[in-house]
């Protein structure tokens, strides 16, 4: 609680620092913004696209920007704040599962970017996250 | 060609390589085209290779899954997504319409959500932002974008389409 001054009360200050108020929340895992990364057409042929929606309304999907690598689906997103984290990777044929793993900021639009690699490469696997820890489980090469 | 029951995870404000986390329940075909989905606290995994597992993880630990409880029906490449309550999976082969849910916090099988009746049957993405959740994509290389209102049961709505229809999207939901 701050004083008309701005300052803050010295004994809100202990209180706050015994009870670790001044404490940053962790990042959520949902957020506004819903992303749809990649996936294969009706050809088979792996996409790079990424789309982006406002979930609390309705209507179409927008251009997001590009993957760093082509990917035919089959992975996992999970996010963090404004960060998006995707692995899985299959790149189609001729590539095959790579151990990628990319990473975007939901809150611009933009291209992928290398994130790092996965302990093994694999697709057809399942993603979640608590916001600040994001897991890989499972998967297929 | 070979199937595993790793779990890995990452630090997502960091980049580098990704660090084992433990093992999943099975170690064979029923570990892929699950669905997942989370509260801050755990991470839950349903379906695969016909069967109707769900698992779960405590994130901020490391250690294998344990059992959590049923899909109403067995089935393989659905997708989940959640609010910081309830985890709903949607659809997979093997059914044609069905959306389960679930109370992550507990443990126990899952119950019958609605019907989702805008889009294919398996291969979408979904994901959400607390209480809406949408689903697009799937087989047929579909365009489709269908949500629901997680902490209700009922059935699913049309929300729009993406710019390129597709097969399997990598889904997630962050800040705008």
């Keep these: 609680m701050v004083n008309r001054s701005g300052v803050w009360d010295l004994r809100q200050v202990g209180v706050n620092e015994v009870n670790q108020l001044w404490k940053v929340p962790p990042p959520l895992n949902y957020g506004a913004r819903g992303i749809f990364v990649g996936g294969y057409n009706s050809g088979g042929v792996p996409l790079n696209v990424i789309d982006y929606i406002n979930i609390s309304s309705t209507g179409n999907a927008q251009d997001f920007g590009d993957m760093n690598v082509l990917t035919k689906g089959e992975n996992g997103g999970l996010a963090g704040g404004s960060r998006g984290v995707i692995g899985g990777i299959h790149g189609g044929d001729g590539v095959g599962i790579i151990n990628n793993i990319s990473f975007i900021t939901t809150s611009s639009t933009g291209n992928a970017s290398d994130f790092g690699d996965l302990t093994q490469a694999r697709s057809q696997l399942c993603s979640f996250s608590s916001g600040s820890r994001g897991c890989f489980a499972g998967g297929f090469d | ?176």
Aim: glycine residues 14%; negative net charge; aromatic residues 8%.
């Design chain 2, 1 to 176: 060609m070979a199937n595993f029951n790793i779990i890995d995870y990452v630090t997502i404000a960091t980049t580098g390589n990704a660090t084992d986390f433990g093992d999943r329940l099975n170690s064979d075909a029923k570990t892929r085209l699950s669905g997942a989905c989370a509260s801050s606290t755990r991470g839950v995994m349903g379906g695969g290779i016909d069967v109707n597992i769900i698992e779960y993880v405590t994130i901020a630990t490391t250690g294998n899954s344990q059992d959590f409880g049923d899909l109403t029906a067995a089935r393989y490449a659905l997708t989940a997504a959640a609010s910081p309550t309830r985890g709903v999976f949607f659809k997979g082969y093997n059914v044609t319409n069905t959306m389960d849910y679930i109370t992550i916090a507990s443990t126990g099988n899952a119950t019958d959500f609605g019907d989702d009746q805008a889009g294919p049957n398996a291969y979408q993405g979904a994901c959400s932002n607390g209480t809406r959740a949408t689903m697009g994509g799937g087989n047929a290389a579909s365009n489709i974008i269908a949500y629901v209102t997680i902490a209700s049961t009922g059935n699913s709505t049309d929300f729009g389409d993406l710019t390129v229809g597709r097969y399997n999207p990598a889904t997630l939901s962050g800040s705008a």
